[in-house]
């Protein structure tokens, strides 16, 4: 069964630094989806970024970027220029892309609270 | 932008009450899940549903829980009795097909207190 870590329950980021979240997985396939969700408190969990296992190429999505390593089967979310919105808990999952299977449901981690300092 | 709704965003119950959550997904999707969510934890699934038919309900505990989706639109999860291990967040996410790596969209989740 797939297992995914986050080893991080709390971090904290000045305003405008640099934060990087780290998430670790396990799965024995090789063909999967990995994201990064957030969660704003009393708020619906949103999508930050989606990486596919095939591609290797790091997913970016404005402020946000992934460091994708395969082989460690690492996937790490750096938030680039802080804002106070950016302050959530962070959520990495993962979901396999097993076609001919019966779910495609997202294995989440345990979270990371993230909070921004002005 | 459309958005995935759930009701009621909070319920407190007391031990052996029969509780009832309600869900209606972005219009269009073919795919609903539920997920509970205790607190400090993330999001564990418990029901799938394609269309009004179940996927996997794997992790649901089937003498208490129950799901439907009966016209393959809106859903309605039912716990009864409610148990005080059940106090947690239920969310309701919708996505438009099955397979492939499509975005799941949630909703902002029912919070249940069971005393």
């Known amino acids: 069964a797939q297992t995914v870590t986050q080893s991080q329950p709390e971090m904290s980021v000045q305003e405008a630094e640099t934060v990087t979240l780290s998430c670790t997985y396990d799965t024995s396939e090789s063909d999967y989806y990995l994201f990064w969700y957030k969660q704003p408190p009393s708020r619906q969990m949103i999508l930050v970024i989606r990486?596919?296992?095939?591609?290797?190429q790091n997913a970016t999505e404005n402020r946000f970027s992934v460091n994708f390593q395969k082989a460690a089967k690492s996937f790490s979310l750096k938030i680039s220029d802080s804002q106070l919105g950016d302050a959530a808990m962070y959520f990495c999952a993962y979901r396999s892309s097993n076609y001919g299977g019966a779910t495609n449901k997202l294995i989440f981690g345990t979270g990371t609270l993230l909070a921004v300092q002005p | 932008e459309a958005e995935v709704a759930q009701s009621p965003r909070y319920k407190i119950t007391e031990k052996s009450q029969a509780v009832a959550f309600w869900c209606d997904p972005i219009?269009?999707?073919?795919?609903l899940y539920w997920y509970r969510q205790i607190l400090g934890q993330g999001p564990e699934l418990l029901v799938q549903?394609?269309?009004?038919?179940?996927?996997?309900d794997s992790q649901l505990p089937k003498d208490r829980f129950s799901a439907e989706r009966l016209k393959g639109v809106d859903s309605t999860l039912k716990i009864q009795p409610a148990e005080l291990g059940d106090s947690a967040m239920y969310l309701c996410?919708?996505?438009?097909?099955?397979?492939?790596?499509?975005?799941?969209?949630f909703g902002p989740g029912t919070r249940l207190t069971v005393t």
């Open positions: 996410a919708s996505s438009p097909v099955r397979t492939s790596g499509n975005e799941q969209y």
């Open positions: 990486q596919e296992a095939y591609k290797q």
């Open positions: 219009s269009g999707h073919a795919t």
């Open positions: 549903f394609q269309d009004e038919s179940v996927v996997d």
